[in-house]
Each structure stands twice: as structure tokens, then as C-alpha cells.
């Protein structure tokens, strides 16, 4: 039997990392966080002094970089642990200009497809139900008003002990959905068949709940 897949997408801080982790613990699937992927190589793109802009010098990096996943929300970069090091500011800023190559984006879709070969997943990102994996046996598009959104991520970043403001933080996933959802390269759209959830009044187990039910009901 082909393995299954629950393909969550939605704009920047909806919550989505947080949700797929959980469900996919509670349904013993392996969690894909493909956000971080493009982080990673934002990352990598930037520690070498290339030119975001720069797509075929960044194609060229990407041949030769391994980017490990670990279950507990983990990532290695070429082995090193760059965990915390993909959430910095420089690169939210960055990483929408990394992502909208066309090379990135078949690079990383080749191995999103991969996981996808072998494990039950939930994967969590832009594109996934529209564009690496339309078959998937369920997708969800979640959202959240802008407001919520920030607030969310301002909190986050306050138990981490990350200074930032609230009005900054909007400002850049505001500006984050719109690079996503204008790119030519496979934006950032809700698939027709998905189901919307929308967070914005919701906990976090009652959005886990939403999505179980989801889940279970197509069973
Ligand atoms: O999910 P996260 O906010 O960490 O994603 C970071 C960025 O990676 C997004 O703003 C987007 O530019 C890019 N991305 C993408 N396609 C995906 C997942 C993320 O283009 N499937």
C-alpha cells in the first residue's frame, strides 16, 4: 500500500509546525517541516556571502548540501545542527527570495517527494497540496488573521527570549505572504480541494482536534 499524506499549507506563523508536529506524534507519522528546508539553504546561501537574488550560484550550492529532518523538529545542515540558527530574522527576510528560484524549489520538491515514498507524513508548507504531492489524502490550508498571527509569534519569541516587536513582526509576515503568494514559481494558494481552518480563535488542541476529526472521518 502507497503511504499516506496529510499536506498542510497556509501563510507564515499560522501555527502550522506547531499543529503538524502534534498530529503527526498522535498518528505515529513522520513530521516534514519543508519551511525549514528552504531556511536551511537561505542559510547556507547567506553563511557563503552569495547573493540571494544569485540562482544559479545557489543551484550550484544545492547540489552538495544535505539537509537532515529529525522527528523532534530538528535540522542538520551538511550535519551541523541549525535548529535555531534557520529562525533568525536575517533569514525570514531572506528566505522568500531563495525560495522563489525555480531550481530551489524542483531541488527540494525532488526530496519532499522522496520522504514521501517511504513514511506516513505530515508535511507542513506553502505548496504542498497544490504542487509536491496533489494526491494527498488530505489537505488542509490553515489560516489565521494577520493580528493573531503576529501575536502568536510575539509571544513565541518572548518564552525563547528573542527581543522583537509586535508591529515589526507584522510587518514582515505581512510582507513574507505577499513575496510567497506573487511568485511565480509555485505560490503560495490554497488548493481547490482543501479544507480551511481557520486558527484565529482556536487552541492549539482544539485546531489539533479540527484536524483529527478530519483525519479519522475520511477513514
Ligand atoms: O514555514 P516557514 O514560515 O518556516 O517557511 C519559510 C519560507 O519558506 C516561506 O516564507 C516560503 O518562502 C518558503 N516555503 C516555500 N514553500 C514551502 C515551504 C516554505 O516556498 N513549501
Do not use: W
Not at 61 to 85: C, H, P, Y
Amino acid at each position: 500500500v502507497r503511504s499516506k499524506v496529510i499536506a498542510i499549507d497556509g501563510p507564515a506563523a499560522a501555527g502550522k509546525s506547531t499543529i503538524a508536529q502534534k498530529v503527526a506524534q498522535m498518528l505515529g507519522y513522520v513530521y516534514i517541516d519543508t519551511g525549514a528546508m528552504y531556511r536551511a539553504v537561505t542559510l547556507k546561501a547567506l553563511n557563503q556571502n552569495i547573493d540571494v537574488e544569485d540562482e544559479e550560484t545557489i543551484a550550484k550550492m544545492l547540489q552538495d548540501t544535505s539537509i537532515r529532518l529529525t522527528n523532534d523538529k530538528k535540522v542538520f545542515l551538511d550535519g551541523e545542527d541549525v535548529t535555531d540558527a534557520i529562525r533568525q530574522p536575517i533569514v525570514s527576510q531572506n528566505v522568500s527570495a531563495v525560495s522563489a528560484h525555480k531550481f530551489v524549489r524542483d531541488e527540494l520538491k525532488r526530496r519532499q517527494i522522496e520522504y514521501a515514498k517511504t513514511d506516513n507524513v505530515v508535511m507542513d508548507g506553502r505548496d504542498i497540496g497544490t504542487n509536491v504531492l496533489p494526491d494527498a489524502d488530505y489537505k488542509i490550508f490553515m489560516t489565521a488573521s494577520v493580528e493573531v498571527r503576529a501575536q502568536r509569534r510575539y509571544d513565541e519569541n518572548l518564552r525563547r527570549n528573542i527581543p522583537c516587536d509586535l508591529e515589526t513582526l507584522k510587518q514582515e509576515i505581512q510582507t513574507r505572504d505577499e513575496l510567497d503568494s506573487t511568485r511565480k514559481h509555485s505560490p503560495l494558494i490554497k488548493a481547490e480541494d482543501a479544507i480551511v481552518v481557520d486558527t484565529s480563535d482556536l487552541t492549539i488542541d482544539e485546531v489539533i482536534d479540527a484536524i483529527i476529526n478530519i483525519v479519522k472521518g475520511g477513514e
